[in-house]
T-cell receptor, first 113, second 115 residues
Framework: DVKVTQSSRYLVKRTGEKVFLECVQD?????MFWYRQDPGLGLRLIYF???????EKGDIPEGYSVSREKKERFSLILESASTNQTSMYLC????????????FGNGTRLTVT | DQQVKQNSPSLSVQEGRISILNCDYT??????FLWYKKYPAEGPTFLIS?????DKNEDGRFTVFLNKSAKHLSLHIVPSQPGDSAVYFC??????????????FGTGTLLAVQP
């Protein structure tokens, strides 16, 4: 069974802080993704990675960066947190094949004050 | 510009009856569609998918129908159970993602199944 683990369930950070969200998957999946979920907006893709050290921007990459140094780990970085980045952040992984289901972690609820 | 739309924010159904969740899309090049269920404080879990070369896929109580001419898909849950109460997201595989498996999600529909 695929397990995607996000390091924190809840985080509270101050405006301007650098924030790291960590995600680890145990199924040797090639693809990893970061989404954010906001009421009325659904899930929006921030960044994804299809291989180690490879990354591509999603639909809302501004204010974020990512790092994938190992296949199983995908980190989301908020360089300087702002209040409009308060959200639920969801990490996912999948096989490379198109149509393969994404497997999600339980999410990190980030509050920026 | 929402490419995948779920126009009903919420739906209430009696236990034992059919739940029908709808989803519309704008890009005729989408080649896979997936449905996810999400409980509060948990990540979305995959339910069922359908390829664009099919018009129906069934898995137990869940059936997904695809109408390509109308750019519409629906998820039928029969019979509905209280444990089905959750937010349901439809998603489409983005052909612009090339060889990668990038999904575009709708805004979700909150299903409440009344005992």
């Amino acid at each position: 069974d695929v397990k995607v683990t996000q390091s924190s369930r809840y985080l509270v950070k101050r405006t301007g802080e650098k924030v790291f969200l960590e995600c680890v998957q145990d199924m040797d999946h090639e693809n990893m993704f970061w989404y954010r979920q906001d009421p009325g907006l659904g899930l929006r893709l921030i960044y994804f990675s299809y291989d180690v050290k490879m990354k591509e921007k999603g639909d809302i990459p501004e204010g974020y960066s990512v790092s994938r140094e190992k296949k199983e780990r995908f980190s989301l970085i908020l360089e300087s947190a702002s209040t409009n980045q308060t959200s639920m952040y969801l990490c996912a992984s999948s096989l490379r094949d198109r149509g393969s289901p994404l497997h999600f972690g339980n999410g990190t609820r980030l509050t920026v004050t | 510009d929402q490419q995948v739309k779920q126009n009903s924010p919420s739906l209430s159904v009696q236990e034992g009856r059919i739940s029908i969740l709808n989803c519309d899309y704008t890009n005729s090049m989408f080649d896979y569609f997936l449905w996810y269920k999400k409980y509060p404080a948990e990540g979305p879990t995959f339910l069922i998918s359908i390829s664009s070369i099919k018009d129906k896929n069934e898995d137990g109580r869940f059936t997904v129908f695809l109408n390509k001419s109308a750019k519409h898909l629906s998820l039928h849950i029969v019979p509905s159970q209280p444990g089905d109460s959750a937010v349901y997201f439809c998603a489409a595989s983005d052909p612009g993602g090339g060889a990668t498996n990038k999904l575009i999600f709708g805004t979700g529909t909150l299903l409440a199944v009344q005992p």
